[in-house]
């Protein structure tokens, strides 16, 4: 048998895996496979080698493991033999990588095949480098690379030529040895050379200015050269296919072009006339003919190339837009995105029938289409293109939808002149595909409406009538329950008819029905459902013959299992029954959502860090829930009522004059209270509670910490009791909430003694931190950041039962002699830590440490015990007025957060 | 880098060679491999023979009951990927005369040589069938 044949077992194991019927006996095949591998590898059996290096291939392509087979790969490479030599190579190539120690001991014979005086070893040596060579190695063996770069064989040279690729590409540092080699291969026969060389320059191109301008000067008439002679050269059957002499040498230098072009007009004029050449004499009958003239394309699109160069492109362009093969039309759609950079206006042409590729059966082309269609709306065309793609909504796939109703929503919210228009459109979007609708922007939309006091009337009842077509459109189910609940009153009535509009007769049961539909659809989820609760509650006090009936649904939940809306339920039921002297202030209207703080919101939500100048983010939603024992989950509809007695002079009235307040009343007041303390704290709460009322009861995980709430009796014990102090927080409250600007500071000590625990719980301290000192896990503080500068401390607090979570105190002290503004403290983790910064104390440091800055950070450590806390931190300030940023990394956490 | 990976995969969806030029993790392997056929292999002959998968595209193309894929960069040129791909089968159609599946299920070894000879680190590097062949010939006569 001769070492390189593979052998018959080879053969044998590969039908015995093509025999095998499940993934189990294949499994089974496989492994008796590699038990024999490894004993013969044991055993050191010379003649198995070649084998079953075959064979672990093979099993590796399977997809199994095979990294025991690693240094037999080692010692075929270090054998004398080709043929082992070839195997161990390709064996090298396969099962390792530039990762794996191993490597490094390959380096050694490396070295001497590349010294081999048998051409094709070098080549083999050459080979692998090239593949899959790390920084040492390239750094260790380039020498011998250039070397070859200037061999006599043809084969050593472009090989050497694309190694040198790769160890540029991890040390670019290396890239001016390489230029000169480099730029005398383009002076080479062989295609192969060329075609190596040109991709070796493009590299160095990318790896360095300074290969750049030197190819700039010395390659470009090599260039232009290669391109004459490979599009003007007679027949060479070897490296000719359809025709044209070797496509991918044209579409390689092309590219090497378009690098050496951009934003150099001397060399773009020196290309300009090669290229009109091959634009214009290539015919586009072939495949191969197409690459090269889609390359000279990008090539003319990317160069500063003259007016009239650009139209041949966009002739050619246009020419393959209306091609019927896919693949051309699908390269064409690629290089528009391209030109619309160079010429909007030529793209513009071709709209038509880039806006029929949208609708093509070919998802690939609808992609592009579709991403292109996005960059050609402009103040003119928005409305027919968006018409057009609204349009397609109707017959799109369910998988295309959400790419569709995504693009259509942000151009219409970019472009959107006249809201009425961004409303028909966007209400026709969620009837369409409401299921795919993102909820930023059906938040969005509400946003919106709640704004346009005129056009109210309109979104109320086109909303309703979608409802009653399309009511498995989840996201439109919401924001029609949401408007039915706020305007059901101008539904019924048609109230604010615009002359367009139809007129529709709407009986108030009628709406109840809608939202009764909405509340009980198999389909619908537990946002939506408790969104139907809170309309239907608002509703009850709108249509107040509707009242009964209200009470009637809203009490079939109360034994719902989702606790969420069994609570709210309860809650309401208890509205409807108990509190008809309140309901109507209660349940008004809700005041129209700042546009502005929504839009930063929506922004801030976006981006992954905590920003701490803005520390309205860092009072969260779990804040205004864990007061109450009762009513901790359903936070939103309590922050709707609140939000809804704004300046509601009634309302505080008989809240006042109500001695024996109920559960209810308390609850309501006990919210009151801490919020007025955290907008003292942080100013500017709004946002949050803008987004609470948007995400009404969003996520479960934020239903709170059921312990800590009721570990705070304080707060129970210690209703707001005396007429006087009630009357006056709440107003400010209600004037807080509902005008949702930043606030008048109100003194926390006016409403109850319970207020600095409440700061607590609004810092998300889960206890009373500051009085009950010995049930807190002491931790030894660090300096966790010290420059000339500045110094930060961070002291640790840890809750007996939640190894999880560590309050950090942290502690900026200004070392220098001038004092820091605008001081900021920024900080990000790991994915597996949460964290959330309370406000700081200040954002002056003072100088030379008088004083300090402190800030509180809570972390919630989700792989405790298994991984280590860490930080990255940031701090800007201001030094007169100058900007300053420091940042570190803090890792040198206790043990055991 | 230009070529990230080159697979051959049949109708059943079984892998018949991969050659990577990033490196992946085995698991990695499984999964890219499996998602990607599931979408050509899903693909009518009237689409294009190009898709968009994470941040790169696939250029396929089907001979017979072998789809042969090959994933790059996303500013590769994918109409001179396609004659790549019919030129690797060509040359292999030069050595073992009129391939099949089985051929490179069997000879596995000499079509990562070829490919050896054709592609380097991503890059192309011979396109002549003969210079692509010759040192495979060359084995093939001293053994």
């Known amino acids: 048998m001769s070492p390189f044949s593979s052998g018959t077992r080879l053969r044998d194991m590969i039908r015995a895996i093509r025999a095998c019927k499940t993934a189990a006996e294949e499994r089974a095949v496989v492994r008796r496979e590699c038990a024999e591998i490894r004993s013969a590898i044991s055993e050191n059996e010379q003649e198995l080698r070649h084998r079953n290096m075959a064979k672990l291939m093979f099993i590796h392509m399977l997809g199994y493991p095979t990294h025991f087979g690693q240094m037999e790969c080692l010692k075929l490479i270090a054998a004398a033999g080709f043929p082992e030599k070839r195997i161990g190579y390709l064996g090298l190539m396969l099962l390792l990588d530039e990762r794996q120690e191993v490597l490094m001991l390959v380096t050694n014979s490396l070295k001497q095949d590349l010294n081999h005086s048998n051409q094709f070893i070098v080549g083999l040596a050459l080979c692998a480098l090239g593949n899959i060579c790390s920084a040492e190695m390239a750094r260790d063996l380039s020498p011998e690379v250039e070397r070859l770069m200037r061999s006599r064989e043809a084969n050593t040279k472009k090989k050497a030529a694309l190694c040198s690729i790769r160890i540029v590409r991890k040390v670019p540092d290396l890239a001016e040895n390489f230029m000169g080699p480099a730029s005398s291969l383009l002076k080479e026969k062989h295609h192969g050379i060329l075609i190596s060389a040109v991709q070796l320059c493009t590299e160095l191109c990318k790896a360095s200015k300074d290969a750049l301008e030197y190819m700039r000067k010395n390659c470009i008439e090599g260039l232009v050269r290669i391109l004459r002679d490979v599009s003007n050269s007679s027949y060479a059957p070897e490296y000719d296919i359809a025709g044209i002499s070797d496509p991918f040498l044209h579409i390689r230098v092309l590219k090497l072009m378009r690098v050496l072009g951009q934003g150099d007009a001397d060399c773009s004029e020196y290309m300009n006339d090669i290229l009109a050449q091959v634009a214009t004499r290539t015919e586009s009958k072939k495949n191969a003919a197409n690459a090269i003239l889609y390359e000279c394309v990008q090539t003319i699109m990317g160069i500063e190339a003259t007016s009239g160069l650009r139209v041949l492109a966009i002739n050619i362009l246009g020419r393959f837009l209306s091609n019927r093969d896919n693949n051309i039309r699908y390269v064409a759609l690629n290089m528009l995105m391209r030109a619309i950079i160079v010429d909007t206006q030529a793209v513009q042409r071709h709209r038509t029938t880039i806006l029929e590729c949208v609708k093509d059966a070919d998802a690939s082309i609808r992609k592009r289409a579709l991403e292109l269609v996005f960059l050609l709306v402009n103040d003119t065309n928005v409305k027919p293109l968006t018409k057009e793609l609204v349009d397609y909504l109707y017959v799109a796939d369910p998988d295309f939808k959400e790419d569709l109703t995504a693009k259509i929503s942000s151009i219409v919210e970019k472009f959107s002149q006249e809201k009425l228009w961004y409303l028909d459109q966007m209400f026709k979007v969620l009837s369409l595909a409401g299921n795919h609708v993102k909820d930023d922007v059906w938040h969005a939309l509400v946003v919106v409406i709640s704004n346009a006091s005129e056009l109210q009337g309109f979104s109320v009842r086109s909303l309703y009538k979608a409802l009653k077509a399309f009511v498995d459109q989840g996201s439109l189910v919401r924001v029609a329950v949401w408007c039915i609940g706020e305007y059901g009153e101008v539904l019924v009535n048609n109230v604010g008819m615009l002359q367009a509009e139809e007129p529709i007769t709407v009986t108030e049961s009628d709406a109840v029905d809608a939202v009764e539909l909405a509340l009980n659809r198999y389909s619908a989820d537990v946002t939506t459902r408790a969104m139907s609760l809170v309309a239907l509650l608002k509703l009850s006090s709108r249509f107040p013959s509707t009242s009964e009936r209200i009470k009637q649904i809203v009490s079939q939940n109360k034994q719902n299992i989702v606790l969420e809306l069994q609570q709210r339920s309860i809650e309401f039921s208890s509205i409807i029954q108990r509190h008809q002297s309140i309901r109507p202030s209660l349940l008004e209207r809700m005041p129209a959502l700042d546009e502005a703080s929504y839009l930063v919101k929506r922004a801030s939500i976006t981006q992954a860090t905590i920003a701490a100048d803005k520390p309205a983010l860092a009072v969260t939603l779990g804040g205004l829930k864990l007061p109450n024992g009762v009513a901790k989950p359903a936070t939103s509809p309590l922050a709707d009522l609140l939000d809804l007695s704004t300046d509601d002079a009634p309302a505080i009235t008989t809240a006042s004059t109500n001695t024996a307040p109920s559960d209810f009343l308390q609850d309501l007041l006990g919210i009151g209270g801490i919020n007025s303390s955290t907008t003292g704290a942080s100013s500017s709460a709004s946002t949050d509670i803008l987004i609470d009322l948007l995400s009404i009861g969003s996520s479960p995980s934020q239903n709170g910490l059921p312990a800590a709430a009721f570990s705070l009796p304080a707060q129970e014990t210690k209703p707001v009791s005396t007429v006087p102090q009630v009357g006056h927080v709440v107003p400010e409250v209600m004037d807080l909430l509902g005008s949702l600007s930043s606030s008048t500071p109100v003194s926390g000590t006016k409403s109850a003694p319970a207020i600095p625990q409440d700061m607590d719980i609004l810092d998300g301290v889960p206890s009373n931190t500051s009085v009950s000192g010995p049930d807190n896990i002491g931790h030894s503080s660090i300096t966790a950041f010290q420059s000339a500068t500045l110094k930060i401390n961070f002291d640790f607090k840890k809750q007996p039962g939640k190894p999880q979570e560590t309050t950090i105190h942290a502690t900026f002290t200004n070392l220098t002699s001038i004092s820091y503004t605008d001081f900021v403290f920024q900080a990000a983790v790991p994915k597996f830590i949460q964290l959330r910064l309370d406000p700081a104390s200040s954002s002056i440091a003072p100088a030379n440490g008088n004083g300090s800055v402190t800030q509180g950070l809570n972390v919630t450590n989700n792989q405790h015990g298994q991984k280590p806390l860490a930080m990255r931190i940031r701090m800007s300030y201001k030094v007169n007025g100058e900007d300053r940023l420091e940042q570190g990394q803090v890792s040198n956490f206790p043990p055991g957060l | ?143």
């Open chain 2, 1 to 143: 880098m230009g070529i990230r990976f080159v697979l051959f995969v049949n109708k059943q969806g079984q892998t018949r060679l991969a050659q990577y030029y990033e490196h992946l993790s085995i698991d990695e392997r499984r999964a890219l491999e499996g998602e990607i056929v599931r979408k050509c292999l899903a693909r009518t002959d009237q689409q294009c023979s190009f898709v968009e998968h994470r941040n790169y595209k696939v250029v396929y193309r089907r001979y017979a009951s072998l789809f042969f894929l090959v994933g790059v960069d996303n500013d590769e040129n994918e109409l001179a990927i396609l004659e790549f791909i019919h030129l690797f089968v060509e040359t292999m159609d030069r050595h073992f005369g009129n391939v099949c599946e089985l051929d490179i299920m069997f000879h596995l070894e000499k079509v990562h040589f070829m490919l050896e000879e054709m592609v380097m680190n991503g890059c192309i590097v011979e396109t002549s069938k003969q210079n692509i062949l010759a040192p495979i010939q060359l084995m093939e006569k001293t053994s």
